[in-house]
């Protein structure tokens, strides 16, 4: 999937604040890639939807079932020991409970950077063209 505006915006400005981040997102990726995942099956939505998943597994029927109607098999009773396994796994497997710290990591990299910058990024976005 091509990054949206928003996402390169971002992307510039961390490496713009912060110009070792790259190096350091590359050395955890590749310290991950060392660890194996105990459990494949449940590590791959971590892999897809990081730890949202579990909260998205517990929505209602409705929600769920726009968001995936080629899971419209599952229902909420699976759905829910589903995103329990995946949250024992994410806390048992070590690949996985590290790759969830570094989510959440760079999540709060991007929120403290775009709060801090926010008039920064707006600027930018309009002269590129893109919306908020
Ligand atoms: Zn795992």
């Not at 099956?41 to 998943?53: A, N, P, R, T």
């Not at 579990?54 to 995936?68: M, Q, T």
Request: hydrophobic share 35%.
């Amino acid at each position: 999937m091509e990054p949206s505006v928003v996402e390169k915006v971002l992307v510039d400005l961390i490496r713009s604040k912060n110009s070792g981040i790259s190096d350091t997102l590359n050395e955890q990726e590749a310290e991950l890639a060392k660890i194996d995942c105990t459990d494949r099956q449940l590590g791959e939505w971590l892999e897809d939807f990081e730890i949202s998943i579990v909260e998205i597994l517990n929505a209602p029927d409705d929600y769920f079932h726009s968001r995936f109607p080629e899971l419209k098999d599952l229902d909420a009773e699976s759905r829910a020991q589903l995103a329990q396994d995946i949250l024992e796994h994410s806390q048992t497997c070590l690949h996985c409970r590290q790759k969830v710290a570094l989510d959440q990591e760079f999540e709060k990299l991007v929120d403290d950077l775009f709060e801090s910058n926010r008039d920064e990024i707006k600027g930018r976005l309009y002269s590129e063209g893109g919306e908020i």
